[in-house]
């Protein structure tokens, strides 16, 4: 049985960029806990042998002509963004002030 | 014909063809049902998140002007019908229920939204589910819980619950629905309509806002196996735009549910999934099985049981390998691009504002299976865990190789139980995963599923689904069998089972 730490959960909710509130992270941890406990038991089934399936089709790669198409206007893209500027998006600082 | 309401698709597209109706008062009257039954988050059944009635009588005009004119119209040209909001169209909001995504208008149509456009079918409106389609109730929408229209207490399933309910509700007699681990048949079951996981790669994933791609598959929703059938036949195909589209011609389910209607499955070997049933299952579920499984023989079909050992560990299996792709496929609500942002007042960094964004944004499943992906997918785990789980999955594929070398399709009830109260699993994870134990097996495998009515269960008269499980590319082996019974039962119970449903009050 897994056990997962308080810790660990808000380590988790940092990497997934969740900024949780004390109680959801309280409450979540012990859920993951049983969840975790639950779906376990698929390290009972013996499957050293047998290979992954990561899809139900067996593809690979899909290849097209590299032809150039019109795309979506500019102006109906950037109408749907929180915050637009100049043509683009505008975003907040991605580096920090030392960068 | 039925009052327009009541009238199967089929039926409403020839009257329209004929000239009986206008395809402007076929959807006048289902937009004036809407109102009458369909109500807000605090009452009624809440099937719809979007009802966009000038579009939908400017759609149906142009149907109508097209006959006018000598156009021949198609075979559901002028039906209304109910979308899925996590679909995208260009025309009308879309919001995957959550908060994350209110008001975002996509600047682009899904292939399917074009497909049934072209089509001539009429999109009344966006309909309710789970956010992002991850649960089996609708109570984990932004926007407020859709009720069963058989019971108004109990849930409609999730997470298409808004598309069933519309059609159980006679709002629309089409919807769509899309199934990751049941998400499609378990609310067909409990509302009494039927529903179809068409082959993965069957219907194009383009424009369908991604919970798990690798499981993820639109299909139809509708009150009839032919009006399903015809609807299908709409949307599936290949689409350049989708890598992960078959590019193959679509099953002739059409020809099937007439062929299946005539009620004959002399040669058909059907097989009851030993590991389906038993423990956990609702008695008033199991007996409706039977029945139906009764019935297969009577109709001509050689029934067996077969085991698939697998299936056991599918539930596990799916609960790491969703979250997984969740959690990646989740990472593109960043607060960057669309949708909500939050907490950019200058003084913060983009990734500050991303997390208090997805924070504020997401709901507690969302955010539950965001967690358990990261876990799982993380380092000293992922063997363990999403590895592992990968394994199994091709066992599940091999168990239903083994079972499709004896017989032509596999049966079992779609769903343990029937629809419970609205509050009693929300805050179980666990009980609400259950009940998508039969239905997940195919989407880890890829093969066409189907749940359809067969009956109302003897200790609450609450609908029961059989679940028809087909091989990959044979979903016209589900429209054979699903329109088989149909006709047998509407035969003993003098027409569908949903005429059965109680009225429901009007909203005012």
Redesign the interface.
Known sequence: MPSISREEVAHLARLARLDLAPDELDHLAGQLDQILGAVAQVTEVAADDIPPTSHALPLTNVFREDEPKVCLPAEAVLGAAPAAEDGRFRVPQILGEEG | MNSLTRAKASELAAAIKQGEVSAVEVAQAHLDRIAEVDGTAEAGVHAFLHVDAESALAAAAVVDQRRAEGDELGPLAGVPLALKDVIVTADMPTTAGSKILEG?????DATITTRMREAGIVILGKTNLDEFAMGSSTENSAFGTTRNPWDLTRIPGGSGGGSAAALAAFEAPLAIGTDTGGSIRQPAAVTGTVGIKPT??GVSRYGLIACAS??DQAGPCARTVLDAALLHTVIAGHD?LD??S?AQPVPDVVGAARRGAEGDLTGLRVGVVKELGGEGYQAGVEARFNDAVALLSKLGAEVVEVSCP?FT?G???Y??ILPSEV?SNL?RF????????VG?D?S?????????T???G?GAEA??R???G??AL?SGYYD??Y?????????I?RDFEAAFAQVDVLVSPTTPTTAFPIGEKVDD??AMYMNDLCTIPSN???NASASFPVGLADEDGLPVGLHVMAP?LADDRLYLVGAAVESAYAAQWGGTLLEQAPALEGIH
């Not at chain 2, 975002?104 to 682009?108: A, D, F, L, S, T």
């Open positions: 975002w208008r996509p600047p682009y993965y790669g690798s499981l350049p890598s992960t078959i697998h560990y539930l596990a299996a609960y790491l959690s990472a960043d607060a960057m691009r669309y949708g909500l942002r950019d200058g913060r960094s983009a990734e500050e504002v991303m997390s208090l997805r924070g504020a997401f955010k539950r965001i967690m358990l990261t876990y993380s363990a865990y590895g592992q789980a990968q394994k199994v999955r091709t066992l594929a994870p666990l880890l495998a890829g990959v």
